[in-house]
């Protein structure tokens, strides 16, 4: 009974190193999603797959890439971190026309 | 610009009470109007709202829209102590964008 399974759940980074964040789901979900949760914020969406093999911006999509590497995994790398990218990260994933389904998400903190 | 705005940002009320919430939007090509409630990680969703003026129920918890005003409230009746959290709306525009508000804290108290 996984549902969306985020990897890993807590990093600690130095400004400049890389990371990959990983999602994976098991429903069989067309889409998949990635967002940021920022105190006062709300969840703002960095980039989001509507089917294997495509990706598209969404509100806040600088300093991040995604890969969505098969059905299942959808992937957000930091190519060099930034104390700005400090946040709560979620993935979520969908089918169509129906409500997005989230991980636990990553606690992402950069020095 | 698209917004999605909700009040009050946060709301302590006893067991018992019956709590609104508010959402207001402000975004193009609008699909679904979606609630959802936060507690310690991820968001759980609670409703899923297309048409103006047909409620949605859950138990305690009942939700309505209204496309001509661009807004939507939240009713949680006889509230309890597990209705604490953060309850977040989202508008689902097309070409799969979504738009959160920032969330309305809800502390019941018992």
């Known amino acids: 009974n996984a549902g969306v399974t985020q990897t890993p759940k807590f990093q600690v980074l130095k400004t400049g190193q890389s990371m990959t964040l990983q999602c994976a789901q098991d429903m069989n979900h067309n889409s998949m999603y990635w967002y940021r949760q920022d105190p006062g914020m709300g969840l703002r969406l960095i980039y989001y797959s509507a089917s294997e093999g495509t990706t598209d911006k969404g509100e806040v999509p600088n300093g991040y890439n995604v890969s969505r590497l098969n059905k299942r995994e959808f992937s957000l790398r930091l190519e060099s971190a930034a104390p700005s990218q400090t946040s709560v990260y979620f993935c979520a994933s969908s089918a169509s026309r129906v409500s997005q389904h989230f991980g636990d998400g990553t606690r992402l903190s950069i020095l | 610009e698209d917004k999605v705005v909700q009040s009050p940002l946060s709301l302590v009320v006893h067991e018992g009470d019956t709590v609104t919430l508010n959402c207001s939007y402000e975004v193009t090509n609008f699909r679904s109007l979606l609630w959802y409630k936060q507690e310690k990680k991820a968001p759980t969703f609670l409703f899923m709202l297309?048409?103006?003026?047909i409620e949605k129920k859950s138990g305690r918890l009942s939700s309505i829209l209204d496309k001509k005003e661009l807004f939507s409230i939240l009713n949680i009746t006889a509230t309890q102590t597990g209705d604490s959290a953060v309850y977040l709306c989202a508008v689902e525009a097309t070409g799969n964008q979504f738009y959160f508000g920032t969330g309305t804290s809800l502390t019941v108290i018992p």
């Open positions: 297309t048409s103006s003026g």
